[in-house]
């Protein structure tokens, strides 16, 4: 696999444990925090597929 998926990964996975361990201190921020993960690991994750595709010259 590729490395950086694999660090992206690992990264949101310590984030996510972060996020939920420490909700209580966090508050309302946590739903926040939430949505802001998931739209980087969903925007990463789509950049570096979009990497993958071959191109094609018309």
Do not use: C
């Amino acid at each position: 696999m590729n490395k950086t998926i694999l660090l992206t990964l690992a990264l949101t996975l310590l984030a996510a444990w972060g996020i939920f361990h420490f909700k209580s201190q966090l508050g309302f921020l946590v739903l926040p925090l939430f949505i802001v993960l998931v739209l980087f690991v969903t925007l990463r994750l789509y950049r570096l597929m979009e990497k993958d595709e071959p191109s094609t010259d018309d």
